[in-house]
């Protein structure tokens, strides 16, 4: 008996369903480090550095607290100036697909015809790649101003935050706590 006329469904094997729950997984993990954005937006945290060895301790201070919302922020940032520049966001979006595949959210070694590709191989032929594509698609200055941009905006933003309010380690924050005050 033919089946003509139906559609023929595969069956997603276990090695799919495994590597979209791992990139869940690592997604989970990556956005479990982002600081809630009203602590980040406390306008009561606001003032000036006193100084300038103020003001390197509070880049240092929130960068490290801080460091996954403003990588959202600069990735916002970039995606909003390839809006403009359809193409670019296109080859952008696969790009970051495929960095997500080879680089990011791979567990074992990549072997290609039976050889074995080292991590900075992968991250050195996927960086030229980029690059090319970038330059290819004619939006280089675009990126690179919105990058400068993004960078600016996280700049003052860890200029102008107060760190006395921000516990990095949470081991130390309860101990903090529950230190016997003297």
Do not use: C
């Amino acid at each position: 008996m033919t089946n003509y006329g139906t559609i023929p469904t595969s069956s997603s094997g276990p090695g799919n369903v495994e590597f979209i729950s791992r990139a869940k997984d690592v997604l989970k993990e990556g956005l479990a480090a982002r600081r809630p954005w009203k602590e980040m937006f406390n306008f009561h945290s606001f003032n000036l550095p006193s100084g300038v060895s103020d003001a390197i301790s509070r880049i240092k201070t929130n960068i490290s607290f801080f460091q996954t919302n403003y990588a959202i922020i600069v990735l916002v940032i970039v995606f909003l100036s390839l809006l403009w520049h359809p193409i670019s966001l296109i080859i952008f979006i696969v790009l970051m697909a495929v960095w997500l595949f080879l680089y990011f959210l791979r567990d074992e070694p990549l072997v290609i015809f039976g050889r074995l590709i080292s991590d900075l191989v992968v991250l050195i032929v996927l960086s030229v790649l980029s690059l090319a594509l970038l330059l290819f698609t004619g939006a280089t200055s675009n990126v690179l101003i919105s990058l400068a941009v993004g960078v600016f905006v996280v700049l003052i933003h860890t200029l102008i935050r107060k760190t006395d309010d921000l516990f990095l380690d949470e081991e130390a924050a309860g101990f903090l706590r529950s230190a016997p005050s003297s």
